[in-house]
């Protein structure tokens, strides 16, 4: 990785010092391996600290570089697909959907829960809906009401990359037992079980970037802030919104795909 000075360089700086590190990385660094600390990387390019921090921090949008905790930056793998949809609708939980439960807890919805369930949705709230036109109501949720969250893991490869926070009115498991599975995993599949006993209707799925927030961001073994890819899933029955879940993606390392045709929606990279 040779010295370049950007003095001249008509395009922002951070930019074309992004393209060059790119370079460096592709022909200089080994993945995994981590990268000189921020004073020498902005000394040898004779930038600002703060060009260089724009220019890793795009690099780290794009999936080429890491930052751990207690380590430092290092040189990212190429991306992993994951699957996060398919042609056919199901429930969490269902089959083997590369979720593992961590746990589940019942308290009143804060208001930001509150807005997610109640939550309109477009063409599969409409596909609901077809299924009540005889005049039953869609679902209106109150803060007295119970919510149910279940948080789940997602692994592939060895590697934990997804959180998720699923939210289940209570309503939507009457037959739940508090006795049976109170605390834990069990008590997450409990909930799950007992949720996969209602007819689906139909589901809708959104996706958007978004920052790890400090448990996300834990969870992943990210630094809070960190860029992520958050997945909204919908789940409806006849009522209305049965369930809601928010998934966090880790942005450096995943390449989500969606259905049967595995339609990518964000870009990755050759393995070097």
């Given amino acids: 990785m040779g010295t370049t000075q950007l003095e001249s360089v008509p395009e922002p ?74 042609a056919r609708h199901s429930w969490p939980g269902e089959s083997a959907d590369g979720w593992e439960a961590v746990d589940a807890a019942e308290a009143l919805p804060t208001a930001a829960v509150l807005k997610l369930l109640a939550a309109g949705s477009g063409s599969a709230a409409s596909a609901a809906s077809a299924s009540a036109a005889s005049g039953s109501a869609s679902a209106v949720f109150a803060a ?12 592939t490869e060895g590697q934990v990359v997804a ?23 069990a008590r997450a599949r409990a909930v799950l079980r007992e949720l996969q006993r209602l007819a689906l209707d139909g589901q809708d799925r959104s996706v958007e970037l978004g920052s790890a927030r400090a448990d996300d961001a834990k969870e992943l073994d990210r630094l809070p802030g960190a860029p992520v890819l958050l997945v909204t899933t919908r789940y409806f029955t006849a009522g209305g919104t049965a369930a809601v879940s928010v998934a966090t993606y880790r942005a450096d390392t995943c390449r989500l795909t969606f259905g049967d045709e595995g339609v990518e929606i964000t870009e990755t990279r050759a393995a070097s």
């Fill in 13 to 86: 700086k951070y930019w074309h010092l992004k393209t060059v590190l790119s370079e460096a990385l592709d022909h200089d660094f080994a993945v995994g391996e981590i990268l000189p600390n921020e004073r020498e990387l902005a000394a040898r390019f004779g930038v600002a600290r703060a060009t260089l921090r724009q220019a890793l921090e795009q690099l780290e949008l794009e999936g080429r570089l890491q930052r751990r905790r207690g380590v430092g930056t290092t040189v990212a793998p190429p991306r992993v697909g994951v699957a996060v949809g398919s």
């Fill in 144 to 155: 007295d009401q119970p919510v149910h969250t279940v948080r789940r893991t997602r692994v």
């Fill in 163 to 185: 959180a998720e926070l699923l939210y289940v009115p209570a309503a939507s498991v009457p037959g739940l037992s508090a006795i049976d599975a109170p605390a834990g995993p």
